[in-house]
């Protein structure tokens, strides 16, 4: 893995006008400088330099969409017959040989406390950055443990837990105080919060409500929620054949996750012709044996399958026709389209507004409605990714930091 690494760094070009980071990365990493300091035996260097940019850097390294990110706009991988630099793998030597020696340079204590909402890349990048700033941080999460759908969605196998874990520890190690298992909007309301003292709230919730297709049959025993199989495959006995509601990147780990579950048939089923996931994934899912179908509109959900209106498509991708109804027999039904936010944290304060989608409403630097309320991440820009949350979520930071400094408490 070494020897491949080094090799891979030893073909950067370092660019002057380096596309991968000016063009490819959301969070605009310094690819040739982090190349560079590791060809230069600076590691730990190169390491500090991605953790400043990126705290989940690791993680990103692991599941970022890199072949439209940095290496789809590296030059090497632009000639002909040439192949992009794999800096990932490169990004993922740096940052994990790094992680554990972090040892995060604080300001003075300010005396002034933060409450975070939600345990995900947002709430991390937020605790992370506020605690450097030396305010005192405590994070509220709804689960037994930290890290979101970094460890309630993305599959095991495509990111192991231990790297969630490795986070855990190290946020305790920086000073910040987690409470596991604590709902906010359930027993304490956000109001609770401001009045035992804390002097801002950070919303970071992410979207966890199902979205529904709305058929008749969603609430039979053998038809499930993608964002609830997920967060605990070994609870569910799904059968030999199992159908899939929907094609995008998430329903492709759900039905990568079933196969390693054991069943033997996995379906998956598009409404429309064009697909939602990326190529590489539908290219895991074809090597995963998984099956494609496209054109098949959900209609219902019955014990022995879905039912489906098949869609004839011409060229350009315009409905024809539907055709008649058909049952595709399947012992369990996996409903993966996709989630909104739940709504317990606005239904029990008052003053936060949110869309018609139900998604905060902020402004640029992730400012509510309310006076002294951020929030970033999904529960401001919808079902997206690590990368734009901790983008996003560095942004609010500086946000949060400056209403602490300004604000006569
Ligand atoms: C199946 C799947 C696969 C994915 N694959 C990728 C991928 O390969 N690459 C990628 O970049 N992104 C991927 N994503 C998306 C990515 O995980 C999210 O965009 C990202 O985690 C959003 O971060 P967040 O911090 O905003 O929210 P989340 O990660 O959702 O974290 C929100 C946290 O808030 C907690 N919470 C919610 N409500 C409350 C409350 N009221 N009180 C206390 N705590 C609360 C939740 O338990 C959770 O821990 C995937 C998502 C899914 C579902
Ligand atoms: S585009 Fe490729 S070759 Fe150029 S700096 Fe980035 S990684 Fe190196």
Same mark, same amino acid.
């Given at each position: 893995?070494?020897?491949?690494?080094?090799?891979?760094?030893?073909?950067?070009?370092? +660019?002057?006008?380096?596309? +991968?980071?000016?063009?490819?990365?959301?969070?605009?990493?310094? %690819?040739?400088?982090? #190349?560079?300091?590791?060809?230069?035996?600076? *590691?730990?260097?190169?390491?500090?330099?991605?953790?400043?940019?990126?705290?989940?850097?690791?993680?990103?390294?692991?599941?970022?969409?890199?072949?439209?990110?940095?290496?789809?706009?590296? %030059?090497?991988?632009?000639?002909?017959?040439?192949?992009?630099?794999?800096?990932?793998?490169?990004?993922?030597?740096?940052?994990?040989?790094?992680?554990?020696?972090?040892?995060?340079?604080?300001?003075?204590?300010?005396?002034?406390?933060?409450?975070?909402?939600?345990?995900?890349?947002?709430? %991390?990048?937020? $605790?992370?950055?506020?605690?450097?700033?030396?305010?005192?941080?405590?994070?509220?999460?709804?689960?037994?443990?930290?890290?979101?759908?970094?460890?309630?969605?993305?599959?095991?196998?495509?990111?192991?837990?231990?790297?969630?874990?490795?986070?855990?520890?190290?946020?305790?190690?920086?000073? %910040?105080?987690?409470?596991?298992?604590?709902?906010?909007?359930?027993?304490?309301?956000?109001?609770?919060?401001?009045?035992?003292?804390?002097?801002?709230?950070? #919303?970071?919730?992410?979207?966890?409500?199902?979205?529904?297709?709305? +058929?008749?049959?969603?609430?039979?025993?053998?038809?499930?929620?993608?964002?609830?199989?997920? @967060?605990?495959?070994?609870?569910?006995?799904?059968?030999?054949?199992?159908?899939?509601?929907?094609?995008?990147?998430?329903?492709?780990?759900?039905?990568? *996750?079933?196969?390693?579950?054991?069943?033997?048939?996995? *379906?998956?089923?598009?409404?429309?012709?064009?697909?939602? $996931?990326?190529?590489?994934?539908?290219?895991? &899912?074809?090597?995963?044996?998984?099956?494609?179908?496209?054109?098949? &509109?959900?209609?219902?959900?019955?014990?022995?399958?879905?039912?489906? *209106?098949?869609?004839?498509?011409?060229?350009?991708?315009?409905?024809?026709?539907?055709?008649?109804?058909?049952?595709?027999?399947?012992?369990?039904?996996?409903?993966?389209?996709?989630?909104?936010?739940?709504? @317990?944290?606005?239904?029990?304060?008052?003053?936060?507004?949110?869309?018609?989608?139900?998604?905060?409403?902020?402004?640029?630097?992730?400012?509510?409605?309310?006076?002294?309320?951020?929030?970033?991440?999904?529960?401001?820009?919808?079902?997206?990714?690590?990368?734009?949350?901790?983008?996003?979520?560095?942004?609010?930071?500086?946000?949060?930091?400056?209403?602490?400094?300004?604000?006569?408490?």
């Amino acid at each position: 893995m070494a020897v491949h690494v080094i090799n891979e760094a030893r073909r950067c070009l370092q +660019c002057k006008k380096p596309l +991968c980071q000016l063009k490819g990365c959301p969070i605009k990493t310094n %690819i040739p400088e982090m #190349i560079r300091l590791f060809l230069d035996g600076k *590691t730990q260097e190169a390491g500090k330099m991605l953790f400043d940019n990126n705290p989940l850097s690791i993680v990103c390294s692991l599941v970022c969409d890199h072949e439209n990110q940095c290496e789809g706009n590296c %030059i090497q991988g632009k000639r002909k017959e040439g192949a992009a630099v794999q800096i990932p793998n490169i990004e993922n030597y740096i940052s994990d040989s790094y992680f554990d020696r972090i040892v995060l340079e604080k300001a003075p204590d300010t005396g002034k406390k933060v409450a975070i909402i939600g345990s995900g890349p947002a709430g %991390i990048t937020i $605790a992370v950055k506020l605690a450097e700033l030396g305010h005192r941080i405590t994070v509220f999460e709804r689960m037994d443990k930290i890290g979101g759908m970094m460890r309630y969605g993305i599959p095991a196998f495509r990111l192991p837990r231990n790297i969630i874990d490795r986070y855990q520890t190290k946020l305790r190690e920086m000073g %910040i105080h987690f409470r596991p298992n604590t709902t906010i909007g359930d027993a304490l309301h956000l109001d609770d919060l401001f009045a035992d003292g804390y002097d801002a709230v950070f #919303i970071g919730t992410g979207v966890w409500r199902p979205r529904r297709p709305n +058929c008749k049959g969603e609430s039979l025993g053998n038809v499930h929620y993608a964002i609830d199989y997920l @967060r605990n495959p070994e609870a569910y006995d799904l059968g030999d054949n199992v159908a899939i509601i929907g094609a995008g990147n998430s329903a492709i780990d759900v039905a990568r *996750t079933v196969v390693r579950g054991g069943a033997r048939h996995v *379906t998956l089923y598009a409404r429309r012709q064009r697909i939602a $996931a990326s190529q590489r994934e539908l290219d895991y &899912a074809a090597v995963d044996g998984i099956e494609l179908q496209q054109g098949m &509109a959900i209609k219902e959900f019955t014990e022995e399958g879905p039912i489906f *209106t098949p869609r004839i498509y011409d060229e350009q991708g315009n409905l024809i026709r539907e055709e008649d109804p058909v049952l595709m027999p399947a012992d369990s039904t996996i409903i993966a389209i996709s989630q909104g936010p739940k709504d @317990r944290i606005v239904s029990t304060t008052h003053d936060l507004n949110v869309s018609e989608y139900g998604l905060i409403v902020t402004d640029e630097d992730g400012r509510t409605t309310r006076e002294g309320v951020f929030a970033s991440g999904d529960v401001v820009i919808g079902a997206k990714n690590v990368v734009l949350a901790v983008n996003y979520s560095k942004r609010v930071a500086k946000a949060i930091d400056e209403y602490l400094k300004a604000k006569k408490f």
